[in-house]
């Protein structure tokens, strides 16, 4: 045997009001407005230095840069003068060779030959770890000094 449900009562059609529920108000201690208020200003203190900061920082490494680059520019250059000389120096030689009227005096060519390449390599070098020291220091100076006032900031923040 089933049971027949009983018809539902029919549903209101209005909608029923919904209570505005009201909170008591209070006024906030003026110690408390001052520290929220003191809070906030330096919040934006120390965004805006570290805003500061990050500009400085962006800045000093588009400097870096630009002189990495310059820097790896004269290098490029140094080093093709440096293996234009050593062809030519290489094609002289060959041309005394093939001009040499006796084996004493190919010996005598390549010892030359090999003392004038050993002294230009040692200039070349020298003037290599001139310009990469330069380089280096050029590079390094803007981010040393980045990082000090960065370390000062943080120094005066804290």
Known sequence: MTTKAAPKAAASKAAPKAE???????DMPDTVREMAEKGVA?????YDKYKSMAEDMTDMLE??????????????????AAAKGTMVASFDFAEKVMAAK???????????FAREQFEAAQAQARDFQELTQKAAEEAAAPVKDSMAKAMESFKIAS
Do not use: G, W
């Open 20 to 26: 505005v529920v009201e909170f008591p108000t209070f």
């Open 42 to 46: 330096q919040a934006k203190d120390a």
């Open 63 to 80: 400097d870096n840069f630009q002189s990495a680059s310059k820097n790896a520019t004269e290098v490029n250059k140094k080093v093709l």
């Open 102 to 112: 006796s084996f004493a005096e190919v010996i005598e060519l390549q010892t030359a």
